[in-house]
């Protein structure tokens, strides 16, 4: 509390201020967003090791108050505030805040990558987060015994999971440091020493990490990506449960959840508590009653809308719920997800407009005259018509980007990018030129970026129900 009180009385943050946080890994990020909370106002995490250059586009596009740092994430800013600098003010003890806070009201901005080439905020509101905590707990009944590993960024919403359910019940947490999550090896050391009994993380984390006797974990949360069946065979035991959630940021982290078990199907399972998940036909963007179409969800996590985007939230937030461009099954009250129905990909848990990433390549006008980016062999590929190459490509990029959207491999095309008819990039023809090319190598060496794969990655029941088909088709918990 007496960091909030600072925070609102040195640097008047309070309702209606958005801060951005871009803080070292440590409980001092973990009181800061407390502070910043209890004084009313939003904050905006950013990675730690976030480009510069993005930070201050996002500050920019959501008018920030200003930006929490340290000593390791400082940077030249107008609105930087060290925030050791902020702890070295004293607050007499009579001093109280007395805020009335709107549950309505924005408690946190996150950023995803956008179509435009602009990352989207999303406005997550203090009822949001509220309503998705308790939901979510009812299916993984995290209590005050649990010690809970912590190793998502504070920038990507799988952080909501692990803390904000350890605050609601008293919980543990267990916070590896930076070095730690760059080695599997010192990942596994550390569940073990800190006794670790709840772990949410992406299913590729679990195939790099030994599945020790001496370990204690009773809950793995999967999500983010899709989990393979080999994950569950490895990890799964009658004293441990495996749960695979599911959810884009708009809905607050997640909103289905599925128990998985080995030798069965994996699905994205049946909706949280109080969520409704619904079937749109993907061309009208109306209710449909096949069992395929594009997911739908409505609950009390859909979030506010995107910040200060009218335009675009009215597109995604409609009469049915949020619109997620993702194609699913219903099938016998389990959702089973295929694909996306445009051209956003996830990786590791973090949704990537492949857009966003050729309109950053573009923007190298020398070297590049046109661009296409595709997800492929479960890698980034870029596609250029140009001089470029890939070291200028990583380190202007890198500027720019996240590690997670600078691609994998490059790829030069003669010629022109090929297009369908429409004009669109043909995805298809990439994909032969990928090919192509993959068969010209001798040998390919997969890139696994340990530290951009553990430190910064993630997505989310009650007993099954029969399906109702009325007029569409609906799968809801209440």
Not at 316 to 339: A, L, S
Not at 384 to 392: K, M, R, V
Request: with cysteine; hydrophobic share 40%; glycine share 6%.
């Amino acid at each position: 509390m007496e960091m909030a009180i600072i925070l609102y009385r040195t640097r008047h943050v309070g309702p209606g201020s958005i801060v951005g946080i871009r803080l070292s890994r440590s409980a001092q990020l973990h009181v800061t967003i407390l502070a910043v909370l209890f004084t009313g106002a939003c904050y905006a995490p950013f990675d730690a090791d976030a480009p510069d250059e993005r930070v201050i586009a996002v500050l920019a596009d959501i008018e920030a108050t200003l930006l929490l740092v340290d000593s390791q994430t400082s940077m030249n800013h107008s609105l930087v505030v060290d925030i050791e600098t902020l702890k070295k003010h004293t607050i007499s003890d009579h001093i109280h805040l007395s805020l009335n806070i709107d549950p309505k009201s924005i408690a946190y901005i996150i950023c995803t990558s956008g179509s435009t080439g602009k990352p989207k905020a999303i406005a997550i509101t203090h009822s949001n987060i509220c309503h998705f905590i308790r939901a979510d707990n009812e299916i993984m009944k995290i209590t005050k015994d649990d010690i809970v590993y912590q190793g998502f960024s504070a920038a990507f919403d799988g952080f909501f999971v692990e803390t904000f359910a350890a605050y609601l019940v008293g919980a543990t947490l267990a916070i590896p440091s930076k070095s730690d999550l760059l080695n599997t090896d010192r990942i596994h050391v550390f569940l073990i020493d800190h006794a670790v009994t709840v772990l949410s993380t992406v299913p590729t984390l679990l195939l790099l990490i030994n599945n020790d006797p001496a370990l204690r974990l009773r809950l793995i949360n999967v999500g983010g990506e899709s989990c393979p069946q080999a994950v569950v065979d490895r990890w799964w035991k009658e004293d441990r449960r495996i749960i695979n959630q599911y959810g884009p940021s708009e809905t607050t982290v997640a909103a289905t959840t599925s128990l998985l078990y080995p030798g069965e199907q994996i699905s994205i399972g049946a909706p949280l508590p109080n969520y409704v998940c619904c079937l749109l036909d993907e061309e009208t963007g109306q209710p449909t009653t096949a069992s395929t179409g594009e997911l739908c969800i409505r609950g009390p996590g859909m979030a506010l809308g995107y910040f200060r985007n009218n335009s675009l939230t009215k597109q995604k937030f409609t009469e049915y719920g949020y619109r997620t461009g993702d194609r699913v099954t219903f099938d016998q009250g389990r959702i089973y997800f295929h694909k996306r129905i445009d051209s956003q990909v996830k990786i590791r848990g973090f949704r990537i407009e492949l857009t966003e990433i050729e309109e950053e390549l573009l923007k190298l006008h020398g070297d590049v005259q046109s661009a296409a980016v595709a997800f492929l062999n479960g890698q980034l590929v870029a596609f250029i018509l140009g001089q470029l190459n890939e070291t200028t490509m990583r380190t202007e990029l890198g500027k720019r980007l996240p590690r997670y959207m600078i691609p994998n491999r490059l790829i030069h095309v003669k010629g022109a990018i090929p297009r369908m008819a429409s004009g669109k990039i043909d995805r298809r023809a990439l994909n032969a030129l990928f090919v192509d090319e993959s068969k010209k190598m001798s040998t390919h060496e997969t890139r696994i970026d340990i530290g951009e794969l553990i430190e910064r990655d993630f997505v989310q029941r009650r007993p099954r129900r029969s399906l109702r088909q009325e007029r569409i088709i609906i799968l809801s918990l209440s």
